[in-house]
T-cell receptor, first 114, second 114 residues
């Protein structure tokens, strides 16, 4: 298996632009997670899907952030409009059985908003 | 609220030696799950070990083992026969049985030296 795939690996954009991060979970996994990692706040869970349905989005920082999972093999995290404080590494992870079991992380997308 | 504390921001160990990373947590729940994740310079998060609170036996994975002290709410990671490839950030993580959010500690940066 190729593991969790994220694209792009790096994204540099200007403040105010829309940013879309993409994730392909491991085939057969029914849970998908989006995390943000910064020096100041560490690793934070943004949103969690189970069987393509959002279960908990309380970690999404603002309405500028939205996430979708149209099918079992694809998810997006969108930031519109982006701001410099959104600069971070965004990880996608998937799991066979949810938060209480091993999560397999993707390589992350390093986002820089100037 | 769930909290996870890693009190050692940085540690260093010589190759082949043993090192212990500390983690404490706070919860009022009796059923929960604990994890240690490793993040090497490549940035990818990798599960090292997982412990279920109801299991009294300490989890072990090859050179990695935990000392789970439920009464003290302590979950330390012991790395035996340290290898250069163990150089990484190590994150302790916790989720209560009824929660939908995985909480990560701030991490311990481990450097393995020759």
């Amino acid at each position: 298996d190729a593991g969790v795939i994220q694209s792009p690996r790096h994204e540099v954009t200007e403040m105010g632009q829309e940013v879309t991060l993409r994730c392909k979970p491991i085939s057969g996994h029914n849970s998908l997670f989006w995390y943000r990692q910064t020096m100041m706040r560490g690793l934070e869970l943004l949103i969690y899907f189970n069987n393509n349905v959002p279960i908990d989005d309380s970690g999404m920082p603002e309405d500028r952030f939205s996430a979708k999972m149209p099918n079992a093999s694809f998810s997006t995290l969108k930031i519109q409009p982006s701001e410099p404080r959104d600069s971070a590494v965004y990880f996608c992870a998937s799991s066979l059985r949810g938060l209480r079991y091993e999560q397999y992380f993707g390589p992350g997308t390093r986002l820089t908003v100037t | 609220a769930q909290t996870v504390t890693q009190s050692q921001p940085e540690m260093s160990v010589q190759e082949a030696e043993t090192v212990t990373l500390s983690c404490t947590y706070d919860t009022s729940e009796s059923n929960y799950y604990l994890f240690w994740y490793k993040q090497p310079p490549s940035r990818q998060m990798i599960l090292v070990i997982r412990q279920e609170a109801y299991k009294q036996q300490n989890a072990t994975e090859n050179r990695f083992s935990v000392n789970f002290q439920k009464a003290a709410k302590s979950f330390s990671l012991k790395i035996s026969d340290s290898q250069l490839g163990d150089t990484a950030m190590y994150f302790c993580a916790f989720i209560a049985g009824t929660a939908s959010k995985l909480t990560f500690g701030t991490g311990t940066r481990l450097q393995v030296t020759l």
